[in-house]
């Protein structure tokens, strides 16, 4: 069984459309995360919820806004999407902290037309 | 100027042969660093993590280094394998936060 997954993979759409990208873990961790990776593949921490509560939001447009409906579930919902927006977008969860080991999602590729 | 600087940026090797990435980062104090290996359209893997007190730490064919009064680490693999193929980021963890490399591509021909 997958431990992180993410859906869609791939997730095509129009500038100034709304999408959403679910990601769900099932080994009962209590912090998810939620990354940009760009062109350069850079990773770059967009947000982080402990137990339903969001505990980093590293400047990221407030277009961008993570849902968590319970602990096992970190959705990511983007408004109004900008051409900047094509990236991997990658899950992630750890068992408690940022400084215990994340696992990975398989990563989401948006591209925005 | 990013506070994880990775070096080199990309390499290539012969299968077999034996390679060394590295990692030098200027924030401290930091609660442990990370290597994680990426394969192509995956998402990053971790390989090791080590303390602030941790100097070594190997997994398998990965060996991991830290020297805290350089602000140094290193990853060595031995008897690179095809499957090496990737992108190698290191990950400095300061309390909640956390600062990531931009990696090293490696890739191993035959």
């Known amino acids: 069984d997958t431990a992180v997954s993410q859906t869609p993979k791939y997730l095509v759409t129009q500038m100034g459309n709304d999408k959403s990208i679910k990601c769900e873990q099932n080994l009962g961790h209590d912090t998810m995360y939620w990354y940009k990776q760009d062109s350069k593949k850079f990773l770059k921490i967009m947000f982080s919820?402990?137990?339903?509560?969001?505990?980093i939001n590293e400047t990221v447009p407030n277009r961008f806004s993570p849902k968590s409906p319970d602990k096992a579930h970190l959705n990511l919902h983007i408004n109004s999407l900008e051409l900047g927006d094509s990236a991997v977008y990658f899950c992630?969860?750890?068992?408690?902290?940022?400084?215990?080991?994340?696992?990975f999602g398989p990563g989401t590729r948006l591209t925005v037309l | 100027k990013n506070q994880v600087e990775q070096s080199p940026q990309s390499l290539i090797i012969l299968e077999g042969k034996n390679c060394t990435l590295q990692?030098?980062?200027?924030?401290?104090?930091?609660?442990?660093l990370r290597w994680y290996k990426q394969d192509t359209g995956r998402g990053p893997v971790s390989l090791t993590i080590m303390t602030f007190s941790e100097n070594t730490k190997s997994n398998g064919r990965y060996t991991a280094t830290l020297d805290a009064d350089t602000k140094q680490s290193s990853l060595h693999i031995t008897a690179s394998q095809l499957s090496d193929s990737a992108s190698y980021i290191c990950v400095v963890t300061i309390s909640n936060d956390m600062r990531f490399g931009a990696g090293t591509r490696l890739t191993v021909k035959p």
């Open positions: 990692c030098n980062y200027t924030v401290s104090p930091f609660s442990n």
């Open positions: 992630a969860s750890s068992q408690r902290t940022s400084r215990d080991t994340q696992y």
């Open positions: 919820y402990n137990n339903k509560e969001l505990i």
